[in-house]
């Protein structure tokens, strides 16, 4: 297994478009997390999965944001209607999901350029 | 609400200089503390984590972080810089419960590695 996964890496789009990211898990993880990094800060939490449940959102994600994980596995964050404010680097984390001890392991992210 | 503040936006050492990262978490009970680094392209990287136990804690790379409960701090050291090492550095602090995954990261310091 080569890690946690993004696709695309980078995507430009117009302002007013719907897009997707998808975010493939290392294999046998049961935790999956979004995260959104502006420029010159940490990343931020948005939401996260437990298998294919989603156990909490943030207050960031929006009603145009929505997130799913089918059967568990690999994920998909939609934003719709972009806005210019929605540019930042959206990152991938995965888990075992095996306590406060668990390690995160974080993909390389998808930056998103909204014109 | 935990919070992680990074004093430092950008550090500038020598090739071979020590380096000390500077880390302060706001948490009211037990934290758990991560640091991780970013290179331009790459995903985040973990360094090293505490848990509990020891408070000096080592990690990948010569890196090493003391957690100091009485300052609320947990700054990342190292005694000789590589050119390698320029990166971004984050912070974080894990939540707790059910949403131990869910961290809260630093502003980030970047590091800049004169030959």
């Known amino acids: 297994d080569t890690g946690v996964s993004q696709d695309p890496r980078h995507k430009i789009t117009k302002r007013g478009q719907n897009v997707t990211f998808r975010c493939d898990p290392i294999?046998?993880?049961?935790?999956l997390y979004w995260y959104r990094q502006t420029l010159g800060q940490g990343p931020e939490f948005l939401t996260y999965?437990?298998?294919?449940?989603?156990?909490?959102k943030s207050r960031l994600l929006s009603d145009r944001f929505s997130a799913e994980r089918p059967k568990g596995s690999f994920s998909t964050l939609e934003i719709q209607r972009t806005e210019q404010g929605d540019s930042a680097m959206y990152l991938c984390?995965?888990?075992?999901?095996?306590?406060?001890?668990?390690?995160?392991?974080f993909g390389p992210g998808t930056r998103l350029t909204v014109l | 609400a935990q919070s992680v503040t990074q004093p430092d936006i950008h550090i500038t050492v020598s090739e071979g200089a020590s380096l000390e990262l500077r880390c302060n978490y706001s948490?009211?009970?037990?934290?758990?503390l991560f640091w991780y680094v970013q290179s331009p392209g790459q995903g985040l990287q973990l360094l090293l984590k505490?848990?509990?136990?020891?408070?000096l804690v080592q990690g990948i790379k010569g890196f090493e972080a003391e957690f100091k409960r009485s300052q609320s701090s947990f700054n990342l050291r190292k005694p000789s810089v590589h050119w390698s090492d320029a990166a971004e550095y984050f912070c974080?602090?894990?939540?707790?419960?059910?949403?131990?995954?869910?961290?809260?990261f630093g502003q980030g310091t970047i590091l800049t590695v004169h030959p």
């Open positions: 984390a995965s888990s075992l999901g095996g306590g406060r001890r668990d390690e995160q392991f």
């Open positions: 294999s046998e993880h049961n935790r």
């Open positions: 999965f437990q298998n294919e449940a989603q156990l909490e």
């Open positions: 948490y009211g009970a037990t934290p758990y």
């Open positions: 505490y848990f509990s136990g020891d408070t």
């Open positions: 974080a602090v894990g939540a707790s419960g059910t949403s131990y995954g869910k961290l809260t």
